[in-house]
């Protein structure tokens, strides 16, 4: 999970008990409410009515049975629901990169990384639905244990219903994941290829060759891609002003990373900014700050 979730306020989202690290809850960010950065995972099916959610600006009209995983970092909206979905909630760290077969969760391109509709949600529903009544039980070590092992036994079915691509035994898709790895704890501090590629003991040709192989994008483009996202996070669900935002990702000039935004996305941070002024306008009260 990126460092930069804990120099911003956290969304007013249901989080999980301390006791266990798992909980339950109708939505993990209140329906209609601002757009917020989650700092916990969450898994919600819809059960009965569709559900609108934007998640990191991509906007999914779910249908019964759809189960979304909402990584902790991403910027999440929910419409009001058509009826209350099933949610677990479970903090980050709680199972180690290894401990669950090809199911890392703080992996963001791990499982279910889209929504996904199995044609058959009834063991998922099961699932989930027994995981939350436990979760409202007694505490104890007891029941820590037995949601942890419950939750284990979830994201390994999750797994199962979205197998992994085959282009992961390639050669190149391995080096890509070592970048990608890198990238997600680097990008705040460089956005040079020839650093990550110097790191990973590669070349920046063999960088690119494996980025173009598997997302079609050049490495810089890349490593780009991933600074707008966080910078379209921060302007959108966090209140600080866009010379902070721009300082967290590494730009020493508010001018520079205005140049930066408006190259990748057309707009500049103010002008996207304002897209979510309204929704937060509730939520964080403070006046714009004249760098704005």
Request: aromatic share 6%; proline share 10%.
């Amino acid at each position: 999970m990126s460092a930069l979730i804990h120099d911003t306020e956290p969304a007013p989202a249901c989080l999980p008990p301390e006791w266990s690290g798992i909980g339950g809850c109708a939505l993990p960010l209140a329906a209609g409410a601002a757009t917020g950065l989650l700092n916990c995972h969450a898994l919600v099916l819809t059960t009965a009515g569709p559900l609108l959610a934007e998640i990191d600006f991509a906007e999914h009209l779910c249908g019964p049975g759809t189960l979304l995983w909402v990584r902790p970092g991403q910027a999440v909206r929910f419409a009001d629901p058509a009826d209350d979905p099933v949610t677990v909630v479970f903090r980050p760290g709680l199972f180690g990169p290894e401990e669950l077969p090809e199911v890392n969760p703080e992996d963001p391109a791990g499982p279910a990384r889209t929504p996904l509709t199995p044609s058959d949600p009834g063991p998922l529903r099961t699932a989930l639905t027994r995981l939350t009544a436990d979760a409202a039980g007694s505490p104890g070590p007891v029941t820590a244990a037995l949601l942890r092992h419950q939750l284990a036994a979830l994201l390994l079915r999750i797994r199962v219903l979205d197998p992994v691509d085959d282009r992961h035994a390639h050669v190149e898709s391995r080096t890509f994941e070592r970048f990608r790895v890198r990238l997600e704890e680097g990008y705040p501090h460089t956005r040079r290829v020839e650093d990550y590629a110097s790191e990973l003991n590669c070349s920046v040709r063999t960088l690119t060759r494996a980025s173009l192989a598997l997302t079609g994008r050049t490495a810089k483009q890349v490593v780009d891609d991933r600074v707008a996202l966080q910078a379209r996070r921060l302007l959108a669900a966090t209140s600080l002003s866009v010379a902070e935002v721009g300082r967290v990702l590494g730009f020493g000039e508010p001018t520079n990373f205005g140049r930066f935004f408006h190259r990748e996305t057309g707009l500049s941070p103010g002008q996207f900014r304002a897209r979510f002024a309204g929704e937060r306008t509730a939520v964080v009260p403070a006046p714009r700050r004249p760098v704005d």
